[in-house]
């Protein structure tokens, strides 16, 4: 009874004080605890946007690097993009890769502007029969080289552009990745609406 009436007492001086006092701390409790979590959601995100901004520049870096142009000798490697010079083309192999001979050395090179992967099955006995032993002109674009081959340009008689000519055929397709600023784009393109229209080569499948 004593304990009680004390209580009552107590309770009676003191209750809106230690209810205040309560709440206070309850709502401090929590806003630390909101703080807190807060908190480390943003280092995580940071950390998450960190870990993306350093990956995409390692793509950018990937993307902007030139690939090694070592394969070539010098009097290739030093031509400005458009500029001819003569070569031998010794034999063409799988997938249309073109064996050239410049002075001593053989490099294997691919026909800009070209897509093999979807081709007609007589395509590599073609290319065979009209380029192997001879001499043509080729010529760069800006970039020379690429998956270690050499992207060239062909240029036959009367200064006929083979790349173009194969596409206008029917026998290979455009490749989807070849720039619009490359320096025969809208040749190349056009010989394969062409080959579009009149239903030539894989057009007419």
């Given at each position: 009874m004593y304990y009680s009436n004390k209580f009552g007492f107590y309770l009676k001086q003191y209750g809106t004080q230690i209810i205040?006092?309560?709440v206070c701390l309850v709502i401090v409790i929590s806003g630390l605890f909101l703080y807190f979590k807060i908190n480390n959601n943003t280092q995580q995100n940071t950390t998450v946007i960190s870990s993306s901004q350093e990956n995409n520049v390692e793509t950018n870096n990937e993307t902007n690097v030139t690939e090694d142009d070592s394969?070539?000798?010098?009097?290739?490697?030093?031509l400005s993009a458009g500029q001819k010079v003569t070569v031998k083309v010794a034999t063409v192999e799988d997938e249309c890769t073109l064996?050239?001979?410049?002075?001593?050395?053989?490099?294997?090179?691919?026909?800009?502007?070209?897509?093999?992967?979807e081709s007609m099955p007589d395509?590599?006995?073609?290319?065979?029969?009209?380029?192997?032993?001879?001499?043509?002109d080729i010529a760069f674009d800006e970039s020379k080289v690429s998956n270690g081959y050499a992207m060239v340009y062909v240029y036959t008689d009367q200064?006929?552009?083979?790349?173009?000519?194969?596409?206008?055929?029917?026998?290979?397709?455009?490749d989807s990745t070849i720039s619009k600023n490359a320096l025969e784009y809208n040749n190349l393109a056009e010989s394969q609406a062409y080959a579009?229209?009149?239903?030539?080569?894989?057009?007419g499948k």
């Open positions: 205040v006092g309560i394969i070539l000798p010098d009097d290739l490697r030093n064996v050239l001979i410049s002075g001593s050395q053989r490099i294997k090179a691919k026909l800009i502007g070209t897509d093999y992967s395509t590599l006995y073609l290319i065979n029969q009209d380029l192997e032993g001879k001499y043509v200064n006929t552009l083979y790349n173009a000519k194969i596409l206008k055929e029917g026998k290979l397709v455009l579009k229209q009149t239903l030539a080569g894989v057009w």
